[in-house]
């Protein structure tokens, strides 16, 4: 009998703090996901510049490809 007493006010000294936890992560939800939406629409600038790269090479690689066929257009064996 002693140890349920004491295992239900150890309980309910716990619970309000759960109480309160989950109280906030309820008050804070519509700013996580204002900012998680904000995060989604916005380009950061690692990501720019890894596009940026990579349009770079894909244009430097078209560029090769045109090279090459206007070399063979012009009648040369060695285009390469």
Known sequence: MKHRTIALMTISLLL?????RAAADVATAPVRAGSQVADWATVSQDEADRN???DMRKAEKEQR???REACRDAGY???D
């Open 65 to 67: 490809k045109r090279d």
């Open 77 to 79: 064996r060695n285009c």
């Open 52 to 54: 940026r790269g990579r």
């Open 16 to 20: 309000p703090g759960c109480l309160v």
